[in-house]
């Protein structure tokens, strides 16, 4: 059922596997950016707000991929989602495209970055080019994956709980509004009360961090200006 407010979603996944393109599909309009090529087109975290038919308030935050195709660690860029989702998401997607990519998402890198495996209460594995990967012979995605090649697939649909939408972004609007229906179907099955705990304790994390590094920058001042002290007083006893 539709509430007044906001949901906010987060997407992440590796470079060019469609993350925008399934923000646009829940959005209803192409809103980010997408295309076709070997470089990131998301290069910061952006984050786009809208009304939906239903009167559902949505607020998505597009991330890049935290190591873009050129292999450059995206990570402090990636961090920026805490500010931008706070008091913490409703649903973390993690976005797979069958046939750009062999690897998967690393939940290490993303493990990294919330500190605990919390997080993965509240994944939900979206898979697109549904239309390429659903036949007679695989009827849904769950077979897809069973049939899968790929063992990280495999792991990572276990480690999102089983929770899995297929998508098709090349599809028209009023296919992909199915599919954006089905994605916040799945995401009201989610426990939320959990997950701003689970982001409190990433905020204290960065804010201890951001302190840590702050007294560093401090005790190598105090060091510097210790230094230069001591340097201008031997120079001083050498001149008398
Ligand atoms: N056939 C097909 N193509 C798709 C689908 N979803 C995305 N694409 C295409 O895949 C390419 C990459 O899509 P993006 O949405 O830009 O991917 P991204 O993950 O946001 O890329 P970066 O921001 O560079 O990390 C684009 O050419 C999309 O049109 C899909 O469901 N089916
Ligand atoms: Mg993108």
Known sequence: MASNRPKRIVLFGRTGVGKSSVGNTLLGKDYFKTKCTASSVTQVCETAEEILESGQPLQIVDTPGIFDAEGKNMFSEVQNVFDLLKPGPHAILIVYMPQRCSRVEDVLDLRKLFGNDMFLEYTILIINRKSEIINPSIPNVREFIKNSDSVELQQLYEQCGKR??????????????????????????????????????????????????????????LERENKELKYKNNTSCNML
């Open 164 to 221: 899995v939408v297929a998508v098709e972004n090349y599809d028209v609007w009023e296919k992909r509004k199915l599919d954006a229906e089905e994605i916040m179907r799945e995401i009201e099955t989610l426990d939320v009360n959990y997950i701003h705990h689970c982001f409190d304790l990433v905020h204290e994390n960065i804010e201890l961090k951001a302190e840590q590094l702050k007294r560093q920058e401090q005790i190598r001042e």
